[in-house]
């Protein structure tokens, strides 16, 4: 397995990783988003690739913030292709993501999960994060969600 930047020629694999966690969207759509986050230097997306097979992503996220001198780090998402789970795939690209964020002066790494995924919290637990609760969040703007026709 390699884990290496992320390229728009992935953005049908990494979509179709999206479309696993719940956030449905077009093609398109995910290639534009690609776009803005590759030309950000403070953001950073990497693809876990298995046999010519884009397996899996982790996006992340330099953040300053005024009450800290250093950077934090965010991770924003991460999936792995559920056929491939066991593979300890999620915990290298991870790693990969920890050794980067180190590199960006990041002091710490937050990540945040959907209550319902139990597997994944037990995931992040074991590598050493703790939960911190509580977080509070406001939708600024309703999506529509339109069914593929």
């Known amino acids: 397995m390699i884990i290496r930047p992320a390229t728009l020629e992935d ?17 398109e759509d995910t290639e534009l988003r690609l776009e803005k986050i590759m030309k950000q230097s403070r953001d950073a997306l990497f693809v876990a690739e298995l046999c010519d097979m ?6 992340l996220h330099t953040v300053d913030v005024v009450h800290d001198d250093m950077p934090w780090g965010r991770i924003s998402s991460m999936v ?6 066991d593979m300890s795939i999620g915990k ?3 790693e990969h993501a920890e050794t980067y964020l180190k590199k960006q002066n990041c002091h710490r790494i937050e990540v945040t999960s959907h209550i319902s995924r139990e597997e ?3 995931f992040y637990l074991h590598l050493g994060y703790r939960i ?3 977080r509070f969040i406001k ?4 999506r529509v969600l339109v069914a593929a026709g």
Request: glycine share 8%.
């Open 139 to 142: 939708l600024l703007a309703q």
């Open 80 to 85: 792995i292709d559920e056929n491939f789970r």
């Open 132 to 134: 911190t609760p509580l």
């Open 120 to 122: 994944a919290h037990g």
């Open 54 to 59: 884009v397996v899996g992503y982790i996006a």
């Open 92 to 94: 290298q690209l991870l």
């Open 11 to 27: 953005a049908e694999r990494i979509n179709a990783l999206c479309h696993t966690l719940g956030y449905p969207s077009e093609l």
